[in-house]
């Protein structure tokens, strides 16, 4: 279980302070948890001060009630917290076998690298020893992501836009994916989305807007409301 | 040989013992041992020092070591190596030299090697260089490799220098006739206060031949590359030189890739890229529970690979 308590973090640019996250109070001990939001609304900010990239400015963060808040980003992975980047990073050299490899922390067999390349609908033997660098499309480089969080088989996977940047053809194996994934997960998934498909599937979702916490409950509560307002700006709701 | 030499060996030709096929092993600047096969004939030179390689044409399948070992301080030498590569052969050659230096005056080995492809010839030319010792004798390195490559032949040259050479100066020039092609592949890591210049050219003469040259390169610590490559466009030809460095701690590169084209047809690519480890990189394998140092390591042994 993942609890994170009264959670702020600010950044000092050249426009002087800004708050990113206020005052986030957030439990994580469904199967799977979905946050979503508006753009720029403090989303990434937060998965990234779960995987330890960030450190909050203020708040605790407990994962089964050992306080991690200032453990590094190898020692919360050692934990068992896994990231998915939400644009997955290339490597000139490093193969998507070593990638798999080093993810779930041992060598291995071909056989089982590509096992994971097939959860996520790549067919192995064409990828296993391509270089992860700029040859492989961005909805390539998604799957390999999400491959290796699976090879991690971590307590809590996080995940960051997994449908970001993806073409459509890609779209629709990839909710496959994690519908799967929500029927075989051990631990706890926290994904990031702003895909109905996915909402659809989530226990519990997070609306975060504007740096704060703006509804947390289960899919029933909350999906009906975000639906309602689509495609509606606030502004204009107002004037109307 | 004793162990040193024999570890010396394991380094630079990935082999314990005696290599199959034809060698010729030269270890502190005498002959430790040749064979020779029907088709490989190797003849020491009359004129100067350095052997004459000879392989007939249509030889298929073979190889050729021929390892330099040099194990003594204060050992100076410089080798004439001659390459004769018959029509439609195939063979690989497989050089290279260690450094053994534990004393304090500087060893060095300068070779010349020349090849000479005949039509239709292809040829894997690997090449590793490799130092040690505690000494603070240096350990110098200075290969100067020249190409000729008749009609339709194909070369493949991969070096490697990957530890120990305290300072090295490659200069390797190719010319090529109509249809041949060469790939040039370079890895080099340099540590300490190492010193490393490369300067490849390659001269495209007939029409569509083809040249691709590769480095990458990691300079650490307080060390200096200097990568320069010059291809030169001389009819319809297909020519590519990419250079990619990473640079850590106070280490400096400089890059100078320089394509010409003097036809019409010549078809010319150069790219060069010089940078720090990506942090997103590092951060990526971190979070797969690699600590900092370990996550670096991976990153460039697979830059190297």
């Known amino acids: 279980m993942l609890e994170l308590q009264n959670v702020s973090y600010r950044v000092s640019d050249t426009d002087g302070e800004r708050e990113i996250l206020h005052d986030v109070s957030l439990t994580i001990e469904e199967r799977f948890v979905a946050i979503t939001g508006p753009n720029g609304g403090g989303k990434s900010t937060?998965?990234?001060?779960?995987?330890g990239i960030y450190q909050p400015t203020e708040g605790r963060i407990l994962l089964d009630g050992v306080d991690i808040t200032h453990a590094s980003i190898t020692e919360r992975a050692k934990l068992g917290i896994s990231y998915a980047f939400q644009q997955p990073v290339r490597f000139k050299g490093l193969t998507v076998r070593d990638l798999i490899s080093l993810a779930a922390g041992r060598d291995l067999s071909m056989n089982e690298a590509c096992a994971y390349l097939s959860e996520v609908g790549l067919c192995a033997r064409d990828y296993i020893n391509r270089e992860v660098n700029a040859s492989l499309s961005g909805g390539e480089l998604k799957r390999i992501e999400i491959a290796m969080i699976i090879a991690?088989?971590?307590k809590l996977s996080v995940f960051?836009?997994?449908e970001a940047g993806i073409d459509l053809w890609s779209f629709g194996s990839l909710i496959t994916v994690f519908e799967k994934l929500h029927e075989t997960v051990n631990g706890s998934i926290l994904i990031i989305s702003h895909q109905e498909r996915i909402l659809n599937i989530a226990d519990k979702i997070v609306v975060i807007a504007g740096g704060v916490l703006q509804a947390v409950g289960s899919r029933e509560e909350i999906l009906p409301g975000l639906l309602g307002q689509s495609g509606a700006c606030p502004v204009l709701k107002q004037k109307m | 040989m004793n162990d040193i030499q024999k570890n010396l060996l394991k380094q630079v030709t990935e082999l314990h013992e005696v290599p199959t096929g034809a060698y010729n092993i030269r270890a502190n600047g005498e002959s430790a041992g040749r064979r020779t096969t029907a088709n490989i004939d190797i003849v020491t030179k009359t004129d100067k020092p350095?052997?004459?390689i000879i392989i007939k044409p249509g030889t298929k399948n073979e190889s050729v070591h021929i390892p330099v070992l040099l194990s003594e301080s204060g050992l100076k030498e410089l080798i004439y190596n001659d390459f004769y590569i018959g029509e439609d052969a195939d063979v690989t050659i497989v050089a290279g030299c260690g450094i053994h230096n534990g004393g304090d005056a500087d060893a060095e080995h300068s070779g010349i090697h020349r090849f000479v492809l005949g039509?239709?010839?292809?040829?894997h030319y690997v090449e590793k260089h490799y130092g040690e010792g505690d000494g603070n004798g240096q350990r110098l390195m200075n290969p100067t490799t020249v190409i000729e490559q008749?009609?339709?032949s194909h070369m493949e040259l991969d070096t490697t220098q990957i530890k120990g050479v305290d300072s090295t100066k490659r200069v390797t020039t190719a010319r090529l006739a109509a249809g041949a092609s060469l790939v040039i592949r370079e890895k080099l890591m340099t540590h300490g206060k190492q010193y490393a210049e490369t300067d490849f050219t390659v001269d495209m003469d007939g029409e569509d031949c083809s040249a691709n040259v590769i480095s990458r390169s990691v300079a650490r610590d307080e060390s200096h590359q200097i990568f320069r490559s010059a291809i030169n466009g001389n009819n319809r030809c297909a020519g590519h030189t990419e250079c990619d460095a990473i640079i850590m701690d106070k280490a400096t590169v400089v890059a100078i890739p320089e394509i010409t084209?003097?036809?019409?047809d010549a078809s010319l690519?150069?790219?060069a890229a010089i940078g720090k480890i990506a942090g997103e990189q590092l951060i990526k394998l971190m979070t797969l529970g690699l600590t900092e140092a370990e996550a670096e390591a991976q990153i460039v042994n697979g830059f190297l690979k």
Request: net charge negative; no cysteine; aromatic share 0%.
């Open chain 2, 119 to 123: 039509k239709g010839a292809k040829v």
């Open chain 2, 269 to 271: 690519i150069h790219e």
């Open chain 2, 50 to 52: 350095g052997i004459d």
């Open chain 1, 152 to 154: 991690r088989g971590t």
């Open chain 2, 261 to 264: 084209a003097n036809h019409i």
């Open chain 1, 160 to 162: 960051d836009e997994p």
């Open chain 2, 150 to 152: 008749a009609e339709d």
């Open chain 1, 46 to 51: 937060l998965a990234k001060i779960i995987a």
